[in-house]
């Protein structure tokens, strides 16, 4: 079972970055479709960028061109860099797997997310 633990989040004004990252433990993160999801209050979970093991990526409309996700295999390591930030990117921001490559399996245990609140 994969371990993780999302760092970086914080209070920021719009139009402000942040870099968030993902560290996981265990066997198979390298190796594995790595998601980054987000939850605002009294919303679903939804992810907003996703990147393969040979570092394709992908990212949702609302934040293409502003966010880029990252990977560092050699240190088990996954990272969101959040520019031009919006107030409507407030959310608790967590990473897992994708499963969009991985239909048959179930979710990592959650990490316990990393705020992101944007606002003046």
């Known amino acids: 079972q994969v371990q993780l633990v999302e760092s970086g989040g914080g209070l920021v004004q719009p139009g402000g970055s942040l870099r968030l990252s993902c560290a996981a433990s265990?066997?198979?993160?390298?190796?594995?479709?790595i998601g980054w999801y987000r939850q605002a209050p009294g919303k679903q979970r939804e992810l907003v960028a996703g990147?393969?093991?040979?570092?394709?990526?992908n990212y949702a409309d609302s934040v293409k061109g502003r966010f880029t996700i990252s990977r560092d295999n050699a240190k088990n390591t996954v990272y969101l860099q959040m520019n031009s930030l919006k107030p409507e990117d407030t959310a608790v921001y967590y990473c897992?797997?994708?499963?969009?490559?991985?239909?048959?399996?179930?979710?990592?245990?959650w990490g316990q997310g990393t705020q992101v609140t944007v606002s003046s």
């Open positions: 897992n797997l994708d499963r969009r490559h991985y239909s048959s399996i179930s979710y990592w245990d």
């Open positions: 265990g066997s198979g993160f390298r190796f594995t479709a």
């Open positions: 990147i393969t093991p040979g570092g394709f990526t």
